[in-house]
């Protein structure tokens, strides 16, 4: 943002807070005494007693009966420019907000910079204006379909929810932005608020033609969380849903309970955003909020993911959470109530009584998990060995001096682990850019295969680089057949070259989120190289708290995204003459606590009589080097252990000299 983008920024939001300041003036304007409780000024709410309250602090109003709480902004809308407020208690307004703002500054006769309206708001709210007409006129027609019936909703449910039915539905987003002619198709209208909705196909899933297969469910509008307002009232344990459905399947088997529906997985943070701001709004206004959020997603590896996501963001801000499993052996709750309704009224009930059923759910885990192998080899059956199998979903710390190989090394894991297993692998490199790993790669499968093959003369990364090859056949073909190796799998290997643009850990951390998020049934390695030059989460970060902050992002990378993260860490200057140890790791106390494993290279030569300076250096100019991998720490498995390699610098190949491979 340049200079002066910055500065007219700063002027709206002073514009803003100004016009916000002036709500007692407003107020008092309407005949309101704002020492005591007033009549609710929300449309939907019938009260009988005075009970919304000014509060100066934060310039809003705040009703103690239906938890409403406006702005002037929201006041204005309502009372002058015919504006909704929906079941969640926001204020919809009918053209958008620069059309109240420009209104309101008229209206309280104040001179502030008024906001351009384009082209693109009055198209946005010609869409509003439409959405608002269909659910209007869809909860007029419901009972022209029994798909409601057909999946386990009641009648007098669907009313509560204003839920309707348009037998020929259209588009208005495609229709309006494009003018396109569309094919009308027979939708239940599920609103998520005032001008917002879910348009679900009611068609038999076999006439329904493969091109519309993907547009079976189309969200409309701006709210994308369905019965959010239930989550003002913290009487009630709250189930966090996936589906539209699989809420008004829970409501639909009890009154003891409400439930929230995201929409989907991707809506995980947009929820956890509005509990937090329920919450500050609350203690703004000196009210407790202590709601039991029972967490009930979908049986399926996005589900479980998004659990784990609501887990981590909800437990860490305090909040009461259980990860419950109502839909059993069915894939969510709307199949199981669907399926067998008094077993999932029977498992509803019981998870309200008893959410932390927790042995239960631990054994279907494992009874799930039990055919399908948590780790993923390594490709060196030595190490594979050692670790129980290869890589769990874990937090992996490899450290080493420098010219040991610890990135040759990472790098050998993850081109074997991409050619063998298939898993797409995510190396972020913040010191070597991404032609000089894979020109790494294609030595080292030069080199092996011209032991396979005994032909021509293996490349060296440089010599790749360099081109020389291409004009010497016995090299050129050696070449191509490595090329032609990689080709087979280089495409599931991510390699983020990170030399120009450091990333952060958080960076990391989202880009594997998103990844996730996408492709749920995928089981990623992550490779970090390295930890001590990542840029900082915190610019103010000392060296240590920046270690401390990056370190901890991986581990939750490794446990709430469930897969394995490989962090390469530098070793203390200290170090370079000793045998490796946990007091080798730079800023090793952070390391050590949230490292699983934690792995050292070094060379044998380290254990003879390093003060001879001899010793070390033949040991660095012979080829193949000696080097040790030790295990210092492994949280379920062998510590305090070691095994062997041949490392080739010059083709970058790491062999295992202690066991076939």
Request: proline share 4%; aromatic share 10%.
């Amino acid at each position: 943002m340049n200079q002066n983008n910055k500065s007219s920024s700063n002027n709206s939001k002073a514009s803003i807070d100004d016009l916000k300041a002036l709500l007692p003036d407003y107020l008092t304007g309407k005949g309101i005494d704002l020492k005591k409780n007033f009549t609710c000024l929300n449309p939907n709410h019938a009260d009988k007693n005075p009970s919304m309250t000014y509060y100066a602090d934060s310039q809003t109003v705040y009703c103690h009966g239906c938890n409403a709480s406006f702005d002037i902004f929201d006041l204005f809308a309502i009372d002058h420019l015919n504006a909704s407020v929906d079941s969640s208690n926001r204020v919809q307004y009918p053209n958008g907000f620069k059309e109240v703002y420009n209104k309101l500054a008229d209206y309280m006769h104040v001179n502030v910079s008024k906001f351009k309206v384009k082209p693109e708001d009055a198209e946005r709210n010609k869409i509003n204006e439409f959405n608002h007409k269909v659910i209007e006129a869809a909860s007029k027609q419901i009972d022209q379909t029994d798909y409601l019936k057909q999946r386990g909703i009641s009648e007098e449910l669907a009313k509560k929810f204003s839920i309707g039915f348009i037998p020929k539905w259209v588009n208005p987003t495609v229709v309006i932005k494009d003018g396109r002619e569309l094919t009308p198709t027979p939708r239940i209208i599920i609103p998520t608020g005032d001008a917002s909705y879910l348009a679900r196909d009611t068609r038999a899933a076999e006439d329904i033609p493969d091109a519309e297969k993907n547009y079976i469910k189309i969200k409309q509008g701006g709210s994308h969380l369905f019965n959010s307002r239930a989550l003002y009232d913290d009487t009630k344990p709250i189930f966090i849903v996936e589906g539209e459905f699989d809420a008004l399947s829970v409501m639909e088997v009890t009154d003891q309970a409400e439930a929230v529906a995201l929409g989907s997985t991707s809506n995980v943070d947009l929820f956890c955003k509005d509990v937090r701001k329920i919450r500050k709004n609350k203690a703004a206004k000196n009210a407790d909020y202590d709601p039991v959020f029972l967490i009930a997603t979908d049986n399926d590896n996005a589900g479980r993911l998004a659990a784990k996501e609501l887990e981590a963001q909800l437990g860490g801000n305090g909040f009461e959470t259980y990860t419950v499993n109502i839909a059993r052996n069915s894939k969510d709750p709307n199949e199981e109530l669907v399926k067998d309704r008094q077993k999932f009224t029977s498992e509803v009930t019981d998870r309200i009584k008893d959410p932390d059923d927790y042995l239960k759910n631990l054994l279907l885990r494992i009874q799930e998990r039990k055919d399908k192998p948590q780790f993923i080899p390594t490709g060196f059956k030595n190490l594979d060995k050692l670790l129980d199998g290869g890589l769990y979903p874990q937090l992996y710390v490899l450290g080493a001096v420098s010219s040991v190989g610890k990135t040759t090394f990472s790098m050998q894991i993850a081109d074997r682990i991409a050619g063998t297993q298939g898993n797409p692998i995510f190396y972020f490199s913040l010191e070597t850019s991404k032609d000089e790993l894979t020109e790494k790669n294609l030595s080292r499968l030069s080199f092996e295969s011209s032991i396979k093959a005994d032909k021509g003369k293996p490349q060296t990364a440089r010599g790749i680089n360099n081109g020389y090859w291409i004009d010497h056949k016995p090299e050129y073909d050696l070449v191509m057949d490595a090329v032609n190796v990689y080709s087979r799998y280089y495409s599931k290997i991510h390699i983020y070259d990170g030399t120009l643009e450091r990333p952060t850990a958080q960076t990391i951390r989202d880009t594997m989120k998103t990844y996730k998020r996408k492709h749920p049934d995928d089981k990623p390695v992550v490779f970090v190289d390295y930890l001590q030059i990542l840029k900082a989460i915190n610019d103010k970060d000392t060296d240590k708290e920046k270690v401390t902050r990056s370190i901890a992002e991986f581990k939750k990378i490794a446990s709430e995204l469930e897969m394995p993260v490989v962090v390469i860490s530098s070793f203390n200057r200290s170090s370079y003459q000793r045998a490796v140890a946990m007091e080798s790791f730079k800023e090793s106390g952070e390391i050590e606590y949230y490292a699983d494993t934690l792995l050292g290279l070094q060379y044998r030569a380290i254990h003879e009589d390093t003060d001879d300076p001899d010793t070390m250096k033949s040991a660095m100019q012979s080829d193949p080097r000696e080097i040790e991998l030790v295990v210092l720490k492994n949280r379920n498995g062998k510590s305090n252990t070691s095994i062997n390699f041949e490392y080739y610098p010059r083709f970058n190949d790491f062999v295992p000299s202690d066991d076939e491979d």
